[in-house]
């Protein structure tokens, strides 16, 4: 073997190996022991897979078979990852500079689970990445028999695809996150967006806290995608943003209304028949309340699976996502009028919030009343 072959062989040994580790470690051997060695090897099986299908963008790009549009998407992120580095302080390591073709829509898809009078998930606790409330699977076939059992037990569930995840930085030196066929062709804001989510999870992970590092990760896509757009993009690449951003918010606006009107009902009506028919007529107001919306934006039906399959697990996962972000995003408006980058400022804020405990760190970005900043020097 000569000794180029030698080297893609170790490189190869090095991905399998550091794969192994941070799989059955941090995702597959708590799962294994609640559900037997099936989680196990699929979390093995589905994250080797995903390594060995990628290589660097470059020889991807020197490749004549590359389609061009995919060469030119290719291209585009690594102006947006470069980018997130220069502008946005985000790390400059390994992480989106290798490609994968991962033949379908999603990486993983996630379960979620919820009881029926409550938005609180189930949760699952792993020793490195600690408890979160979703647990991922390779093949779509697996996380529906999995929600299944959970729904068996008497729980709300809900099934939905990841186009990427995280591995906190762990796997850099294996080659770190590949970019994934799953999302390179998102629109110029969207792939902006999420290539700022997962790298800012390799900045702050609070353990056993889904809520505030997803908030966060939310926080930092939404101004970094906001400046990206604003100073790197085309007009049209604007516009097509602004109309889907819109969108966005105004679904967020109308589920944060049906979450609130679910919370009080379950907080104040007892756990009988009353809470129940209480809780159907709120979700019928709430697909009502979809239905007067969608009206206005011109058929675009984008939402529509979600709302029809909406219940206390899926409002759950959602709040996970932005549940916290508007503390986020003042924290970082208060460095942006105090510094000129807010960048690092902001960071080493968050971190702060970070090492207090989970209802302090919660209490200090939801409270309009007492700056953050007081808590945070307290």
């Known amino acids: ?67 061009s549009a995919l060469k030119a998407r290719l291209e585009l992120a690594q102006r947006i990852r470069a980018y997130a580095v220069s502008e946005l302080h985000l790390p400059s390591n390994a992480s989106y500079t290798r490609y994968a073709d991962i033949g379908r829509s999603a990486v993983v898809w996630n379960v979620v689970a919820a009881p029926p009078d409550a938005l609180t998930l189930k949760t699952w606790c792993y020793p490195i990445a600690g408890c979160a409330g979703y647990q991922g699977y390779y093949a779509e076939a697996d996380a529906r028999a999995a929600a299944e059992a959970l729904h068996a037990q008497g729980l709300e569930v809900a099934v939905y695809g990841v186009p990427a995840y995280s591995t906190l930085g762990y796997m850099n030196w294996a080659g770190g996150d590949p970019l994934l066929s799953s999302f390179i062709h998102y ?29 966060f990760a939310t926080a930092v896509e939404r101004i970094g995608a906001q400046t990206w757009l604003a100073t790197q993009a085309g007009e049209a690449a604007r516009q097509d943003y602004a109309t889907y951003d819109a969108r966005r918010q105004q679904f967020r606006q109308l589920t944060l209304a049906a979450r609130r009107h679910l919370e009080k009902i379950y907080a104040t009506t007892p756990a009988d028949t009353a809470y ?26 984008g939402y529509d699976a979600w709302v029809a399959r909406a219940n206390n697990a899926s409002f759950g996962a959602l709040a ?18 105090a510094h000129s980058s807010a960048w690092p400022g902001f960071y080493a804020a968050v971190k702060r919030l970070a090492t207090l405990p989970l209802a302090e760190r919660h209490a200090a970005l939801q409270s309009a009343s007492a700056p953050i900043e007081t808590t945070l020097n307290q």
């Open 1 to 67: 073997m000569s000794f180029w072959g030698v080297k893609s062989l170790e490189t190869r040994l090095k991905r399998a190996y550091a794969a192994i580790i941070f799989v059955a470690i941090a995702l597959a051997v708590p799962a294994a022991q609640a559900q037997g060695l099936s989680y196990y090897w699929q979390s093995i099986k589905g994250h080797l897979a995903v390594l060995n299908a990628a290589k660097p963008v470059q020889d991807w790009l020197s490749d004549a078979k590359t389609p």
């Open 320 to 337: 996970a996502y932005d549940e916290l972000v508007p503390g986020f995003e003042a924290l970082y408006a208060r460095e942006k009028r």
């Open 276 to 301: 129940a028919a209480s809780k159907n007529i709120a979700m019928e107001q709430f697909r009502s309340d979809y239905a007067q919306l969608k009206s206005t934006w011109g058929g675009y039906a």
């Open 187 to 215: 629109p110029e804001g969207e792939l902006a967006r999420m290539l700022f989510h997962e790298l800012a999870h390799q900045v702050v992970y609070a353990q056993d806290d889904t809520v505030f590092n997803e908030s």
